[in-house]
């Protein structure tokens, strides 16, 4: 097992797995002063990082450190769009995951060009004064947030239960929301996916060493894919807006081409076979990531049930993520090959885009058995994908005007039409 990659995919675990509390802190001290937290954190563990001489305090200066500050950076840059926008969030949401990106497309061949020239010790340093920017940034944000969004719970509460007392207090552990169809399904697809998802962004650069590719060459794979991605990111975010377009499904497509490109890297041989695969990774990861953060900010009934939601999202994410890497490396070591990894991912990959459509077709049988089977297929689909509720509604008033029909019976393509 390379120790290397294990503490990397340790650090993005534990930046997925602390996004819970910090969630917590950003309603209860405000964006901005988490923000300034994450981005002093993470500095510090990067200079931390740099006097390393053994794998185990990389472990907790890396690891630790700065998955807690990158967590808390994270948490509060998501955060952004529910306190800030309540019309085009979905576009925020975009933009904001484009910021990401724009690391991959400056950071990989700096990072490269500055192990080569100064070495492993200087360029920690030089990234632990880079991430005093978010710092700085974060400056920017307004300071009334946390007054901001509980003003905005207590006025949309006041909309929804007019005749009851509107409560703010918060639990830390709030499990109604796995109650949620359409968060659950949609998470159980996530944390699957998520355990082949970052498999290329660890094993891909030296893959292609092993192939004769210089070390440049290769990290400047990074820059396609981040090119790639900053578009599909922004783009997603549109889309996501118009009301026809169902967050489950661009979900489930990111997952499918991201298994595509599992499978067909083991055939690369050539570097600009490797271009063309990394701007088609680049594309599945920018879906992959917007829709995955637009379902954990808006699958919930509640604005007060967001910060859990992104929260216990995040954990069981993290759980795959931290087993990912460590189980791709023992196939790799195993065989003595990188291509059954990838092969793995992408069996993985695609077993997690059909979860969403085994449960509609497990609810399309049982609802065979019911009165109204087409009813009850058109109110499963609303609770998966939200986005249909107002179609499903328009449908229901309709057979209000009409005798019920006998619904024709329902089977694999009938369902397959709305997934």
Not at 111 to 122: D, R
Request: one cysteine or more.
């Amino acid at each position: 097992m390379d120790t290397r990659t294990t503490a990397g995919s340790v650090a993005i675990a534990i930046t997925f797995l602390a996004t819970l509390p910090a969630g917590k802190l950003v309603d209860y001290f405000g964006l901005r002063v988490v923000s300034l937290a994450g981005s002093l954190i993470c500095a510090l563990s990067l200079l931390l990082t740099s006097f390393a001489k053994s794998i185990v305090v990389i472990y907790f200066t890396y690891s630790l450190g700065f998955g807690v500050g990158s967590s808390f950076l994270y948490t509060a840059s998501m955060f952004v769009t529910t306190k800030y926008f309540k019309k085009r969030r979905a576009t925020a949401v975009g933009i904001v995951c484009a910021g990401g990106g724009c690391g991959y497309l400056a950071m990989g061949p700096l990072i490269q060009l500055s192990l080569n020239e100064l070495g492993i010790a200087t360029s920690f340093r030089i990234m632990a004064g880079v991430l005093f920017l978010p710092g700085i940034f974060s400056l920017l944000y307004s300071s009334d947030t946390k007054t901001a969004m509980k003003t905005e719970e207590r006025r949309e509460d006041l909309d929804t239960r007019p005749l009851k007392k509107v409560h703010v207090k918060k639990k830390m552990v709030d499990c109604l929301i796995w109650k949620n169809p359409s968060y659950t399904v949609n998470i159980a697809s996530l944390t699957l996916a998520s355990l082949a998802h970052y498999i290329p962004q660890l094993y891909l650069v030296e893959n292609c060493e092993t192939l004769g590719i210089s070390a440049m060459k290769a990290s400047q794979l990074l820059i396609f894919i981040g090119l790639a991605t900053i578009f599909t990111r922004t783009t997603i975010g549109f889309l996501l807006n118009y009301p026809r377009v169902s967050s489950s499904l661009v979900f489930q497509c990111s997952q499918l081409l991201d298994a595509f490109v599992h499978l067909t890297i083991p055939f690369a041989n050539k570097y600009e076979h490797f271009v063309i695969v990394s701007v088609l990774y680049g594309c599945a990861d920018g879906a992959f990531c917007t829709t995955l953060n637009h379902i954990l900010l808006t699958y919930v009934r509640k604005p007060e049930q967001v910060s859990a939601a992104f929260g216990y999202g995040c954990i069981v994410n993290s759980m795959t993520i931290a087993a990912g890497a460590p189980l791709a490396g023992i196939l790799i070591q195993y065989y003595n090959s990188y291509s059954p990894a990838f092969f793995a991912g992408a069996g993985v990959l695609f077993i997690s885009s059909m979860i969403p459509s085994v449960y509609l077709f497990i609810e399309g049988i049982i609802s065979q058995c019911c009165k109204h089977p087409r009813r009850n297929l058109e109110s499963t689909i609303a609770k998966l994908c939200p986005k249909h509720k107002l179609e499903c509604e328009h449908s229901k008033d309709k057979e209000r005007l009409q005798p019920d029909p006998v619904g024709p019976s329902l089977t694999a393509v009938n369902i397959g039409v709305f997934i």
